[in-house]
């Protein structure tokens, strides 16, 4: 089973120039992640308007580490993030 979150990813690779960012779905394997931690960087990034404008001032955001080594940025509070995470699929036949 996968879980569906919304990444906060950055445009581009240049670092030279000021990062943008946009919003797009991810599907997580929950048994893939390894830790959650609070990300208060990318709320400093919301509050000075360099996250994309359909995020409201209130939003929290979450660093997911996962088992191969990647991590990744999602829109949601650490405590929401686990809640969907540990959600169980009910098979219907």
Do not use: C, W
Request: proline fraction near 3%.
């Amino acid at each position: 089973m996968v879980v569906k979150l919304v990444e906060v990813a950055k445009i581009g690779t240049d670092i030279s120039t000021r990062s943008e960012y946009m919003l797009r779905e991810v599907f997580v394997n929950p048994e893939q992640v390894t830790m959650l931690r609070e990300d208060v960087a990318m709320k400093g990034l919301l509050s000075e308007g360099r996250l994309p404008s359909e995020l409201d001032s209130r939003m929290e955001f979450t660093r997911l580490f996962l088992n191969t080594g990647m991590d990744i940025f999602v829109v949601g509070a650490p405590h929401v993030v686990e809640s969907k995470l540990k959600q169980k699929q009910i098979l219907r036949g």
